[in-house]
């Protein structure tokens, strides 16, 4: 069956430094991959997409990589700040519908 | 624009009781998604509906069904609560973009089955 994991325990960062998050997934082939954040009580945020013909894809302080062969993204953030503490989720997604699979996610805490 | 809003934010049942919980989109998107998000198994994809019709659907029992009217908004129902469907049930909606699509979120309702 597909699976998606994601760092199971929190990843605790000091402020200034780059987060570097995983997800990896099993008997699956994706088109795309999608992460997103997600703040407590509230519904996830999409952050950056990338699809199985890119390498790489950047947005900011955000660089997110794909490989298929390894099966694996890799979610980074530069210069992180207090701020970006919350928990990051990444879906995988095939074709035009909307169903997403979803890793369970990682909680990241930013601190000073 | 106003983002996806859910109705109501939280909600408080008895087992065997039914539910109703409602998902307005953003204007122009007309897919709409229901998933259901509890700290064991994490999000869930319960069921898309694309112009009234369901699109896709989940590995959820009958008990949970949706619908979308024909302005988009899409409601979900979970007939005979059982204490496991306590969490939190996310609506989402997108808007195609070349052949992939961005889930945008609604705030999601919180369901608490006694």
């Known amino acids: 069956s597909q699976k998606i994991e994601q760092n199971s325990e ?6 200034g430094k780059t987060a570097t998050l995983t997800c990896n997934y099993t008997n699956y082939s994706p088109a795309y991959l999608q992460w997103y954040r997600q ?3 509230r519904g ?12 790489e894809k950047r947005k900011e302080r955000l660089k997110v990589t794909f490989d298929t062969t390894l099966k694996q993204s890799l979610f980074h953030i530069t210069a992180s700040q207090p701020a970006d ?11 035009t519908a909307s169903k997403l699979t979803f ?6 805490q ?3 | 624009k ?3 809003t859910q109705t109501p934010r939280y909600l408080i049942k008895t087992r065997g009781q039914q539910v109703t919980l409602s998902c307005s989109p953003i204007s122009g998107h007309r897919s709409v998604s229901w998933y259901q998000q509890t700290p064991g198994q994490g999000l869930q994809f319960l069921f898309e509906y694309f112009s009234e019709t369901q699109r896709n659907k989940g590995n959820f029992p009958g008990r949970f069904s949706g619908r979308q009217f024909s302005n988009s908004r899409s409601e979900m129902n979970v007939s005979t609560l059982e204490l496991g469907d306590s969490a939190l049930y996310l609506c989402a909606s997108s808007s195609l973009t070349g052949t992939q699509e961005t889930q945008y979120f609604g705030p999601g309702t919180r369901l608490l089955v006694l």
Do not use: M, W
């Open chain 1, 10 to 15: 929190a990843l605790n960062i000091q402020e």
């Open chain 1, 39 to 41: 703040d407590p009580g």
């Open chain 1, 44 to 55: 996830p945020v999409f952050l950056l997409l990338i699809r199985e013909n890119e390498k």
């Open chain 1, 85 to 95: 503490s919350a928990t990051y989720l990444c879906a995988l997604g095939h074709g």
């Open chain 1, 103 to 108: 890793g369970t996610g990682t909680r990241l």
């Open chain 1, 110 to 112: 930013v601190t000073l």
């Open chain 2, 2 to 4: 106003a983002g996806v």
